[in-house]
Each structure stands twice: as C-alpha cells, then as structure tokens.
C-alpha cells in the first residue's frame, strides 16, 4: 500500500490532539493516510496499553485512515538510536508517503522531541541507496518522501507555523475522534475511576477549541491547525491561498 500520508506520534491520541482534522480533510478526498505510534502509552496516568490500543483503533475508524501501525518502543523511553532510525526507515519504505507528519522538536514530553528527531534523521536516510533494509525477507528500495509537516503539541507558545489548514468543516469531528480515548479525556456521560490529569479535566477540552480558535482566525476561518515546514511549499495557483480578511 502507497500512502499520500504519514503521521508519525510518540504515543496513541497524540496525533488526535495534534493534526486529526487535516487527516480527516484528506481522507474525506480519499488520500490513503496512516499512522504509526511509536509507543502503546503504557506510562499514561489513566488506563493502560490495551485500552489504549483500543482506543486508537476506534479513532483511526472514524478519522478514515487507511492503515495505523505501532513500533512497540517503550513509552518514556523512546530514544534515538540507530536501531530504532532503522525501524522507522522501514515504515517509511513499505508505504513511501508523499508527506510525514511529525511532531516539533521542542516539546514538553522527552518522547516527542526524540520522535522529532527520529523522523527528522530517518526521513533523509530512507533515501539513501546504500543504507539496506528488509522487510519480510526482501531489500527495500530507498525512498524519500517530499516534505516533512512538524505539527505542535503542547509549547503551541514556541510555535510559528509557517502552513495552517483551515479545519473548520471538520472541527467537530475531530472532537469527537478525541474523545474515542475515554479513559483519558474529559466526558460527562463516561465515569472513569481513575486519578485526575490535566486531560482528563474539562478545561483541557477548552483549550484545545481555544487553540484552534488561535490559528484559525490568522487565516481568516474558525479553526485552524498549525505546521512548520523547512522549505517551501508550493501552490497551483494563487487562488490556493487563504487570506484573513480584514476590515
């Protein structure tokens, strides 16, 4: 399977948080999209790896996305090592996106800067001819996908995108894949009998429609998710571009 897409996260329901809306938008215009958790999330204060990982398959459901993977690494030890840069070349060759879809590199949990960086450095070695892997038995070809999109986390404040996808017609859903992780986030109607985080509180849902809020009026619309790239994208045309109107 070739996908247009791939998200990359430290941990199941960071990609949730972070750029479901945009997966939502290109699976909706029937862009093959995966994802691949680097961790189960066992470390998480609020449930474990396997309702965790039944939390991510509902999610993945409703985003639409065509295939989510999870390399096994351990959560709160995610490291960038040559071992694991390999794993993650594999990935890269067996569906060869177009794009990858990464977390940014200064971020408040170690797993996401070392995910940051793991992409960052296996995205350039997949290319490289001379680098071998296998999987399943065969040698890989090398492939290089065109563009890494580092998408924010919790620093939004360190942030400065230079690429928002107007999310809007999408918003909505996007809340709604978020809360597939009941055992994590804040729901009225599901009872968890667990220790309080601060995702697990109703502010948190309050910030994230306040972030979104942010970004999305930057370019003139409700909802807006942010991305650094570090080089530029290019448009068909100019009719492409979102303004933000101004009075």
């Not at 449930?47 to 295939?67: D, P, Q, T, Y």
Request: glycine share 6%; net charge positive.
């Amino acid at each position: 399977m070739k996908l247009y897409a791939l998200a990359v996260a430290a941990h199941p329901d960071d990609v949730e948080l972070s750029c479901s809306g945009t997966i939502i938008k290109l699976t909706q215009k029937n862009y093959p999209v995966g994802i691949l958790d680097l961790s189960r999330g066992e470390l998480g204060t609020r449930g474990n790896a396997k309702i965790r990982e039944k939390e991510a398959k509902e999610a993945a459901v409703l985003m639409g996305v065509s295939v989510r993977e999870n390399l096994n690494l351990p959560d709160g030890g995610i490291e960038v090592t040559h071992e694991n840069k390999l794993e993650l070349i594999k990935i890269i060759r067996k569906y060869k996106p177009e794009i990858i879809l990464a977390p940014y590199w200064i971020e408040r949990h170690p797993d996401h800067e070392n995910t940051s960086k793991l992409v960052r450095e296996a995205w350039y070695l997949s290319g490289l001819a001379k680098l071998k892997t296998k999987l399943n038995g065969k040698v890989q070809e090398p492939f290089r996908p065109k563009k890494i999109f580092f998408y924010v986390q919790y620093f939004y404040q360190q942030f400065t995108p230079n690429l928002i996808i107007d999310i809007s017609d999408v918003f909505d859903k996007k809340l709604k894949v978020i809360e597939c992780y009941k055992s994590q986030f804040f729901n009225p109607q599901v009872k968890f009998n667990a220790k309080e985080t601060l995702l697990s509180t109703p502010d948190f849902k309050e910030y994230l429609i306040a972030r979104a809020r942010f970004f999305g009026e930057m370019i003139g619309k409700k909802y807006g998710e942010p991305f650094l790239t570090l080089s530029p994208v290019g448009l068909n045309g100019i009719d492409d571009v979102i303004l933000p109107e101004r009075s």
